[in-house]
């Protein structure tokens, strides 16, 4: 019984994300600091984007929500520069409207602390 409860409780987390999708190399994860900037680095250049230039509104989603603006730093590197220091001891959720810069892909999330 208590295998069951482990496995229910395991397969529940992880149907609630997506954490590896083949366009995305990296994204901020783990333990950070409630300083830091949310990264995702993608395999290739997205195509359309310059370095600089602000992302799409409601492309990439926090929560907790948290004051900040999305950035392109190059046409691989999207970074989400926060207003704001983070909450301590929190866990943040980002999803990332994935379709909206890659033809057919689902949305991406994942989460750090």
Known sequence: MF???LLESCSTHAKEEILF???IAAFTSGVVSNQTTVRILFNEPVSGI???SPAEKNLLKVSPSVDGQALWLDNQTL???TGE???SDTEYKVSL???NLIEGEKDFAFHFR
């Open 50 to 52: 310059s370095a600089g």
């Open 85 to 87: 220091i983070l909450e």
């Open 97 to 99: 409207k994935l379709g």
């Open 79 to 81: 970074v989400y520069k």
């Open 21 to 23: 999708n083949p366009h």
């Open 3 to 5: 295998i069951t409860l």
